[in-house]
């Protein structure tokens, strides 16, 4: 082969990567731009879903108020929907949510921040490693298990000691769902105290304060926004507990405040009626819907409220 057909061989080999090259960056920009259109399309796919959602509890919580006076259900104190003259009010199943939300609170609440404030200021780094996954097993409990547990071990030790509580009752599912949030308060505000910076608590020290003076008067307001925000959404965990509740709490939709007494959940409610044998079309079918868009403007109201806490007593450092 000659110089010249050699040339015009490389000549030939090199166009054709130049052609190869441009081929693929043609097809790389064409797959750039699709990329935030399917990127877009995902994102919608949550959106949607709560649209969806929304739309549904909304369209059968009117067919509901068609039947119901919306101020007989929001403002009644009796719920008797299977009686021949059937009762309708949400008092009952928001009593029995707010108080085993509060149960659940009394118990989660210093246990979390107390097991925090170890975590985050006294345990040593292999300590922490080792405590904090151990602590965070609690939150892959399936909550049947919760449920169960409650009803066969946690209520007859409290009938061993308080015989006046009944056989379902509301004190129990509190105590364990307070078990159950213990993870989640305790892992919030661990990593709200450990982003308050070292030379903060070094000041302190120096300033003559020992680790518990520290603790309570620097750390914990510098992390106050994150301490809050966990105790919300431990409150709006609880509300939306299902299983633990519709196991140990009973079926008995008293407007009552006594813990040891069986009470209903707007939760277990739902279960209640989902699994029963109510008819579709019925006014008790469309309870449920009016039920749990209460349930869903319950735990939304307390999302926004996390959200507003953590930003209002945010501090920049």
Same mark, same amino acid.
């Given at each position: 082969?000659?110089?010249?057909?050699?040339?015009?061989?490389?000549?030939?080999?090199?166009?054709?990567?130049?052609?190869?090259?441009? %081929?693929?960056?043609?097809? #790389?920009?064409? &797959?750039?731009?699709?990329?935030?259109?399917?990127?877009?399309?995902?994102?919608?796919?949550?959106?949607?879903?709560?649209?969806?959602?929304?739309?549904?509890? &909304?369209?059968?919580?009117?067919?509901?108020?068609?039947?119901?006076?919306?101020?007989?259900?929001?403002?009644?104190?009796?719920?008797?929907?299977? #009686?021949?003259?059937?009762?309708?009010?949400?008092?009952?199943?928001?009593?029995?949510?707010?108080?085993?939300?509060?149960?659940?609170?009394?118990?989660?609440?210093?246990?979390?921040?107390?097991?925090?404030?170890? @975590?985050?200021?006294?345990?040593?780094?292999?300590? !922490?490693?080792?405590?904090?996954?151990?602590?965070?097993?609690?939150?892959?409990?399936?909550?049947?298990?919760?449920?169960?547990?409650?009803?066969?071990?946690?209520?007859?030790?409290?009938? %061993?000691?308080?015989?006046?509580?009944?056989?379902?009752?509301?004190? #129990?599912?509190?105590?364990?769902?307070?078990?159950?949030?213990?993870?989640?308060?305790?892992?919030?505000?661990?990593?709200?105290?450990?982003?308050?910076?070292?030379?903060? !608590?070094?000041?302190?020290?120096?300033?003559?304060? /020992?680790?518990?003076?520290?603790?309570?008067?620097?750390?914990?307001?510098?992390? @106050?926004?994150?301490?809050?925000?966990?105790?919300?959404?431990?409150?709006? !965990?609880?509300?939306?507990?299902?299983?633990?509740?519709?196991?140990?709490?009973?079926?008995?939709?008293?407007?009552?405040?006594?813990?040891?007494?069986?009470?209903? /959940?707007?939760?277990?409610?739902?279960?209640?009626?989902?699994?029963?044998?109510?008819?579709?079309?019925?006014?008790?079918?469309?309870?449920?819907?009016?039920?749990?868009?209460?349930?869903?403007?319950?735990?939304?109201?307390?999302?926004?409220?996390?959200?507003?806490?953590? !930003?209002?007593?945010?501090?920049?450092?």
């Amino acid at each position: 082969m000659t110089s010249d057909s050699q040339s015009k061989q490389n000549t030939l080999n090199v166009q054709e990567l130049i052609q190869q090259k441009k %081929s693929k960056k043609s097809l #790389s920009a064409k &797959f750039e731009k699709l990329i935030p259109s399917i990127l877009f399309l995902f994102a919608m796919i949550s959106i949607l879903t709560t649209i969806g959602i929304i739309y549904t509890l &909304f369209s059968e919580t009117i067919e509901f108020f068609k039947t119901v006076p919306i101020s007989d259900f929001f403002t009644g104190t009796t719920l008797k929907p299977l #009686s021949q003259n059937p009762e309708f009010g949400i008092f009952p199943l928001i009593n029995g949510t707010i108080m085993s939300s509060l149960i659940a609170m009394l118990v989660a609440g210093p246990i979390g921040i107390m097991a925090a404030i170890y @975590l985050s200021e006294y345990a040593s780094d292999k300590a !922490r490693r080792t405590l904090k996954p151990l602590l965070e097993v609690l939150a892959g409990i399936p909550t049947i298990v919760y449920g169960f547990f409650a009803f066969t071990f946690v209520t007859p030790i409290l009938r %061993s000691i308080w015989p006046a509580v009944d056989a379902t009752n509301i004190l #129990s599912p509190g105590i364990v769902m307070g078990v159950m949030i213990i993870p989640m308060i305790a892992s919030l505000s661990e990593d709200a105290m450990s982003s308050v910076p070292n030379s903060i !608590r070094e000041g302190a020290f120096a300033l003559g304060a /020992t680790k518990l003076e520290s603790t309570f008067k620097v750390v914990i307001p510098g992390a @106050l926004s994150g301490i809050i925000a966990s105790f919300i959404l431990g409150i709006s !965990r609880a509300i939306g507990e299902t299983m633990i509740v519709t196991i140990a709490s009973g079926s008995s939709k008293n407007f009552t405040f006594d813990v040891t007494e069986s009470m209903q /959940t707007m939760t277990a409610y739902i279960v209640e009626v989902a699994g029963g044998e109510a008819p579709a079309g019925s006014t008790i079918y469309f309870s449920l819907y009016a039920v749990a868009m209460t349930l869903f403007v319950f735990t939304l109201l307390m999302n926004l409220l996390a959200r507003y806490v953590s !930003r209002k007593f945010r501090e920049e450092y």
